[in-house]
C-alpha cells in the first residue's frame, strides 16, 4: 500500500504527450473495477484530459459549476469545512446525464476532476512541497476508502504534476512509445525523478515500462526490437481508410533504437522493470473506449497486459486469457 493504509496509489506518467496515458489510466480502471476493487481516478493533468474524454465539455463545465473538483476539495478544506472526497469525485456513469454512454464496467468507477485554479495554488505555494500538501489533504478527505486510486497526469514538460502523482508512490507506470526520442526523454525523466528522491534521502520508485504500439506511427523494425527483449507485441488494428508507415526506424535508426533500449535496461535495472505485453493500438481504445463495448479479442489483449501491472503492484488480479495466451 502507497499513500494511505488500504490505497494502493499507481501513478501513470510518461516523458512526452501523446503517448496514451489517459488511455492507459481507463484501460487499469476497466481492469480493476472487473476485479472487484472500489476504484478512483485522479485526474491531476491541468487540461483536464481524461475527465473531458469521459463526461465531454458540457459534462466538465457541470462538475466545475458544482464544485465536484480536487481544488475546489482543497479550497474548501483550507476554510476548514471537513472535506470528504466522495463528495468531490464524480461516478463515471453519472456521464449519460450529459448525453454520453459509458461502459456499464464503468459506472461505479469515481473521477476527481482537476479544476481550473492549479497555477494560481502552485504559485501561492511556490517554496512549498504541494505533493506532500495535496496528499495530505487527500488522506484526511478519505482517499484510503478506495482500494485503488489511479493517476493521470500531464507530461513530464511540466514536471510539476509529475512530482505530485509520484509524491507517495512507491512504484509507477511509464507509459512509452518504442521510438529513440522517447526512450531518450523517458531516460532523463527517470533520472531526474531519482535525483528528486535521493535529494530528500528517500528511496525512488520502482518503474514498469509498459510500451504502447500504434502502427500508423511506429516501424516494422520497432517490433522486431521489442520482441527481442521478450516482450509480446499484438497485431493492432489500423483506422480506417489509413496504412501503416514504416519509414520511420530504418536502417541505422533500428539498430540506434535497439541500442538504445538496451541501454535503458542496463542503466536501470535495478529500479526499472517491463511489461510482458505492450499495448497495441486499436481504434475502440483510442476512439471510443470507454463509451462503447470491446470485442472479446481486443479484451484479452487488454486483459494480458494491464495484468502486469496489477501484479506489479502486488494486485493478484486473475485473466482468463492467460493460458489462452500461452
Given at each position: 500500500?502507497?499513500?494511505?493504509?488500504?490505497?494502493?496509489?499507481?501513478?501513470?506518467?510518461?516523458?512526452?504527450?501523446?503517448?496514451?496515458?489517459?488511455?492507459?489510466s481507463?484501460?487499469?480502471?476497466?481492469?480493476?473495477?472487473?476485479?472487484?476493487?472500489?476504484?478512483?481516478?485522479l485526474?491531476?493533468?491541468?487540461?483536464?484530459?481524461?475527465?473531458?474524454?469521459?463526461?465531454?465539455?458540457?459534462?466538465y463545465?457541470?462538475?466545475?459549476?458544482?464544485?465536484?473538483?480536487?481544488?475546489?476539495?482543497?479550497?474548501?478544506?483550507?476554510?476548514?469545512?471537513?472535506?470528504?472526497?466522495t463528495?468531490?469525485?464524480?461516478?463515471?456513469?453519472?456521464?449519460?446525464g450529459?448525453?454520453?454512454?459509458?461502459?456499464?464496467?464503468?459506472?461505479?468507477?469515481?473521477?476527481l476532476a482537476?479544476?481550473?485554479?492549479?497555477?494560481?495554488?502552485f504559485?501561492?505555494?511556490?517554496y512549498?512541497d504541494?505533493?506532500?500538501?495535496?496528499?495530505?489533504?487527500?488522506?484526511k478527505?478519505?482517499?484510503?476508502?478506495?482500494?485503488?486510486?489511479?493517476?493521470?497526469?500531464?507530461?513530464?514538460?511540466?514536471?510539476?504534476?509529475?512530482?505530485?502523482?509520484?509524491?507517495?508512490?512507491?512504484?509507477?507506470?511509464?507509459?512509452?512509445r518504442?521510438?529513440?526520442?522517447?526512450?531518450?526523454?523517458?531516460?532523463?525523466?527517470?533520472?531526474?525523478?531519482?535525483?528528486f528522491?535521493?535529494?530528500?534521502?528517500?528511496?525512488?520508485?520502482?518503474?514498469?515500462?509498459?510500451?504502447?504500439?500504434?502502427p500508423q506511427?511506429?516501424?516494422?523494425?520497432?517490433t522486431?526490437?521489442?520482441?527481442?527483449?521478450?516482450?509480446?507485441?499484438?497485431?493492432?488494428?489500423?483506422?480506417?481508410?489509413?496504412?501503416?508507415?514504416?519509414?520511420?526506424?530504418?536502417?541505422?535508426?533500428?539498430?540506434?533504437?535497439?541500442?538504445?533500449?538496451?541501454?535503458?535496461?542496463?542503466?536501470?535495472?535495478?529500479?526499472?522493470e517491463?511489461?510482458?505485453?505492450?499495448?497495441?493500438?486499436?481504434?475502440?481504445?483510442?476512439?471510443?473506449?470507454?463509451h462503447?463495448?470491446?470485442?472479446?479479442?481486443?479484451?484479452?489483449?487488454?486483459?494480458?497486459?494491464?495484468n502486469?501491472?496489477?501484479?506489479?503492484?502486488?494486485?493478484?488480479?486473475?485473466?482468463?486469457?492467460?493460458?489462452?495466451?500461452?
Amino acid at each position: 500500500m502507497d499513500a494511505a493504509k488500504g490505497s494502493v496509489i499507481i501513478p501513470i506518467i510518461s516523458a512526452m504527450g501523446g503517448v496514451g496515458k489517459t488511455t492507459v489510466s481507463l484501460m487499469l480502471a476497466y481492469k480493476a473495477v472487473r476485479d472487484g476493487l472500489n476504484t478512483l481516478i485522479l485526474d491531476l493533468d491541468p487540461t483536464a484530459g481524461l475527465t473531458l474524454r469521459v463526461f465531454g465539455d458540457i459534462g466538465y463545465q457541470a462538475l466545475l459549476e458544482q464544485g465536484k473538483t480536487l481544488m475546489n476539495l482543497i479550497r474548501q478544506f483550507n476554510k476548514g469545512a471537513k472535506v470528504n472526497l466522495t463528495d468531490y469525485a464524480t461516478l463515471m456513469g453519472y456521464a449519460r446525464g450529459y448525453g454520453i454512454d459509458v461502459m456499464a464496467e464503468f459506472n461505479e468507477v469515481k473521477v476527481l476532476a482537476p479544476g481550473e485554479e492549479f497555477e494560481e495554488f502552485f504559485a501561492e505555494r511556490q517554496y512549498m512541497d504541494v505533493g506532500n500538501i495535496i496528499w495530505n489533504i487527500l488522506d484526511k478527505a478519505g482517499v484510503n476508502q478506495f482500494n485503488v486510486v489511479i493517476v493521470d497526469t500531464a507530461p513530464f514538460f511540466d514536471r510539476r504534476y509529475t512530482l505530485i502523482a509520484v509524491r507517495r508512490a512507491s512504484k509507477a507506470v511509464v507509459v512509452v512509445r518504442p521510438i529513440v526520442t522517447d526512450i531518450m526523454r523517458t531516460e532523463r525523466m527517470i533520472k531526474k525523478l531519482m535525483n528528486f528522491f535521493q535529494e530528500e534521502d528517500r528511496q525512488p520508485p520502482k518503474f514498469i515500462i509498459v510500451f504502447n504500439f500504434d502502427p500508423q506511427r511506429l516501424a516494422r523494425e520497432a517490433t522486431t526490437v521489442i520482441k527481442s527483449l521478450g516482450i509480446k507485441v499484438f497485431k493492432g488494428e489500423v483506422g480506417e481508410g489509413s496504412k501503416p508507415s514504416f519509414r520511420a526506424v530504418q536502417g541505422e535508426g533500428s539498430r540506434m533504437l535497439e541500442r538504445r533500449l538496451r541501454d535503458f535496461i542496463s542503466n536501470f535495472k535495478d529500479y526499472v522493470e517491463f511489461s510482458r505485453y505492450a499495448i497495441p493500438y486499436f481504434k475502440a481504445f483510442g476512439d471510443d473506449f470507454p463509451h462503447e463495448s470491446i470485442k472479446k479479442s481486443d479484451v484479452m489483449h487488454l486483459e494480458l497486459a494491464m495484468n502486469q501491472i496489477m501484479r506489479f503492484y502486488g494486485l493478484e488480479g486473475e485473466s482468463p486469457y492467460e493460458e489462452e495466451e500461452e
